[in-house]
T-cell receptor, first 115, second 110 residues
Framework: DAGITQSPRHKVTETGTPVTLRCHQTENHRYMYWYRQDPGHGLRLIHY???????DKGEVSDGYSVSRSKTEDFLLTLESATSSQTSVYFC??????????????FGPGTRLTVT | QKEVEQNSGPLSVPEGAIASLNCTYS??????FFWYRQYSGKSPELIMF????GDKEDGRFTAQLNKASQYVSLLIRDSQPSDSATYLCAGALGGFKTIFGAGTRLFVKA
């Protein structure tokens, strides 16, 4: 995994509690992304960042917030977890590359269960 | 809504055969396309990307792009049981944001 770690790797939490997932990269890539992956839906973009303190919403951002205070760290927060947020969460990074292709590289994922 | 569509499968091929995975996209502005392989319980792994019409080959893998038909494909030659995985097609909409298809499950029978 191209220098990307996620923590925790597994978490079980109760409905209504706040949860923060961390993504850390050592590649100095400008762009970072949070996705969730659910059966039948593929990867859906939650939020992304195009620089320190620069973030924007993806297609499924309701109930999630993000922060990026350093190039290497991108945090995803569930303010008040709900059972519908039970999912596998992937962080990804990208940069322009030689051909401006912005191919993304993924972290190992976090499996979150909200009971 | 910009979309990337894939047949969910499963696609089953015998060992040694050519596996053909297909993908269509709705946004004519899409510039780059990617194929990822994802084993069960693992994260997606980039196999190839393509941004020019035509074919791009890398080992046993060939990506094909036809922008006029809005069609992307991945051919896997000499398929092996270790190729059994879900293959995700993705399109970059003129920049760093990428739309993923739901994936096609491939089974290679020994």
């Amino acid at each position: 995994d191209a220098g990307i770690t996620q923590s925790p790797r597994h978490k079980v939490t109760e409905t209504g509690t706040p949860v923060t997932l961390r993504c850390h990269q050592t590649e100095n890539h400008r762009y970072m992304y949070w996705y969730r992956q659910d059966p039948g839906h593929g990867l859906r973009l939650i939020h992304y960042s195009y620089g320190v303190k620069d973030t924007d919403k993806g297609e499924v951002s309701d109930g999630y917030s993000v922060s990026r205070s350093k190039t290497e760290d991108f945090l995803l927060t569930l303010e008040s977890a709900t059972s519908s947020q039970t999912s596998v969460y992937f962080c990804a990074i990208s940069d322009a590359g030689d051909s401006s292709s912005y191919e993304q590289y993924f972290g190992p994922g976090t499996r979150l269960t909200v009971t | 809504q910009k979309e990337v569509e894939q047949n969910s499968g499963p696609l089953s091929v015998p060992e040694g055969a050519i596996a053909s995975l297909n993908c269509t996209y709705s946004d004519r502005g899409s510039q780059s396309f990617f194929w990822y392989r994802q084993y069960s319980g693992k994260s997606p792994e980039l196999i190839m990307f393509i941004y020019s019409n035509g074919d791009k080959e890398d080992g046993r893998f060939t990506a094909q792009l036809n922008k006029a038909s809005q069609y992307v494909s991945l051919l896997i030659r000499d398929s092996q049981p270790s190729d059994s995985a879900t293959y995700l097609c993705a399109g970059a909409l003129g920049g760093f944001k990428t739309i993923f298809g739901a994936g096609t499950r491939l089974f290679v029978k020994a």
